[in-house]
């Protein structure tokens, strides 16, 4: 009836008794830990706090399940742009035999039509490469953001850990009263800690996968006559 989950274990107290078991060397923090089974003699009716919890960690599951697929598509268009570049570079390498050759012949039509195309072919490499640049950018974004996912995982399981305490001390459950309060409050803060530290490192990623973004658009727009070229068009919004 109850979720099945390993239960996390959440060694915290207060900083005075922290400073304090310092001082004397020894190691005497409590952990704060409710097993499954105790709550086995709650009625449902007083668990409708633990019953909330439980579904916002489901939510938070589940967040962090699609950041992974997120992650994993913003590699898989990174193995396209490269592909994109590789061939950008073929072309290019192309275009250069061509002017060499056209540059043999003496005549100046074929050479000005060779150092058009040459010269398309390097714009074409560097969006390409510009669009590189911005998948690697992306795939640091995915992976800020999955971080934040996480962080909001644990916090859900620290809400959930202390909903589950408080069901058993209203229960008036005697193991209650060893266990402390201020350990799942210390342990939800430092989770939440946790979680606004990531909320930063996203938005500085996600600014700089703007700016890659804006330079390989730039870098693209400048391309002439790309025809069937092979650059990729933009195919998700960061």
Not at 98 to 108: E, F, N
Not at 138 to 154: D, S
Not at 176 to 189: I, K, N, P, R, Y
């Amino acid at each position: 009836m109850f979720q099945s989950r390993r239960r996390r274990v959440f060694a915290g107290v207060m900083m005075g008794a922290a400073l304090s078991v310092a001082s004397v060397g020894c190691s005497s923090t409590r952990s704060a830990q409710v097993e499954e089974s105790w709550l086995a003699r709650v009625p449902e009716a007083q668990l409708g706090g633990v019953r909330e919890a439980q579904s916002e960690r489901r939510i938070a599951q589940d967040a962090v399940t699609r950041s992974d697929v997120a992650l994993n598509d913003a590699r898989r268009e990174l193995e396209v742009a490269k592909r994109n570049e590789d061939a950008a570079k073929a072309r290019l390498e192309a275009h250069e035999a061509a002017l060499k050759a056209a540059r043999a012949t003496g005549q100046s039509d074929n050479i000005t039509q060779a150092q058009s195309e040459r010269k398309n072919a390097e714009t074409s490499l560097n969006a390409a490469q510009a669009q590189v640049r911005y998948r690697e950018q992306a795939i640091q974004t995915m992976e800020a953001q999955k971080e934040l996912r996480e962080a909001e995982l644990a916090v859900a399981d620290a809400k959930l850990d202390m909903a589950e305490y408080q069901a058993l001390e209203a229960n008036q459950d005697v193991r209650a009263q060893e266990l402390s309060e201020a350990d799942f409050s210390a342990a939800t803060a430092d989770a939440q800690r946790k979680v606004e530290e990531s909320q930063r490192k996203l938005q500085s990623e996600q600014r700089s996968e703007q700016q890659a973004r804006a330079n390989w658009q730039r870098m693209r727009s400048q391309v002439q006559g790309y025809g069937g070229s092979g650059i990729e068009s933009e195919q998700r919004n960061p």
